[in-house]
């Protein structure tokens, strides 16, 4: 069994991921309530963590990699450092390419790293050094339903937020691992062709990440401001009709 994975985004009308882009808000709209709705909505769910990739963790813990010298080959098997009862700050990382002092706590919250088997065993110490836990996702750090159900088995997750960028969320939706959408449709424009957004998978032109699945609408409620909350249960697609 793994988590109910919620992809909680905030997002343009054209469905565009970077607030500091988006067009300013209306006259008489306070751009502060409209910022306070995702962490408002994020506190209804009772998740025991989230999940981000390795550039958005890397902005979040920043440091400096240190050198560790010769160390001891290391068991390629899930670590528990102290979590304290936390909720969880988990990274995919499949190549250990997050670095950074106090990495242990990221806004609060334990630090766990999903990495590849292929990672070196002076960067498992640093890690232990720092208080991290980690998991093992494969070789090469890409089986993310294995790595799901390792956090639920070993650190007893039930429901985990998924707030990653567009490709983290793309690769959790082309392998059937997000359960619900949960998005807040900012009252505003980017407009750019090109621009990354809240679902970005990176696969060839005949691709379909969502091939399979039914997205059904549970929720929508507009909020102060103007910012519309839409909630999406993700289901497997009807059989199609004869």
């Not at 090109?194 to 507009?222: K, N, S």
């Amino acid at each position: 069994m793994r988590p109910y994975i919620i992809c909680h985004m905030i997002t343009s009308i054209d469905g565009r991921l970077h607030p500091s882009r988006f067009t300013v808000p209306a006259a008489g709209i306070p751009a502060e309530v409209l910022r306070g709705h995702y962490e408002q909505v994020t506190g209804q769910f009772g998740a025991e963590g989230w999940i981000v990739g390795r550039k958005t963790m890397a902005q979040m813990a920043k440091g400096s990699e240190r050198p560790m010298g010769d160390v001891p080959q290391v068991a390629r098997e899930p670590h528990v450092a102290n979590r304290n009862g936390r909720d969880l700050a988990i990274a995919i990382d499949p190549a250990g390419r997050v670095d950074g002092d106090s990495k242990d706590n990221v806004g609060g919250d334990h630090a766990v790293a999903v990495l590849g088997e292929q990672v070196s065993d002076a960067y498992l110490a640093e890690l232990r050094q720092d208080g991290v836990s980690y998991i093992f996702a494969g070789p090469n750090g890409d089986d993310l339903a294995l790595a799901m159900e390792q956090l639920a088995a070993v650190f007893g997750v039930k429901t985990l937020l998924l707030e990653g960028g567009g490709a983290i969320n793309g690769s959790f939706l082309k392998r059937r691992l997000i359960d619900e959408f949960s998005t807040l449709i900012h009252p505003a424009v980017d407009g750019l062709a090109g621009v990354q957004t809240i679902v970005d998978y990176h696969g060839t032109d005949d691709e379909r990440p969502g091939a399979g699945q039914a997205l059904r609408l549970i929720g929508c409620e507009t909020l102060e401001g103007g910012m519309v909350w839409l909630r999406h249960k993700v289901e497997d697609a009807p059989a199609p009709t004869p």
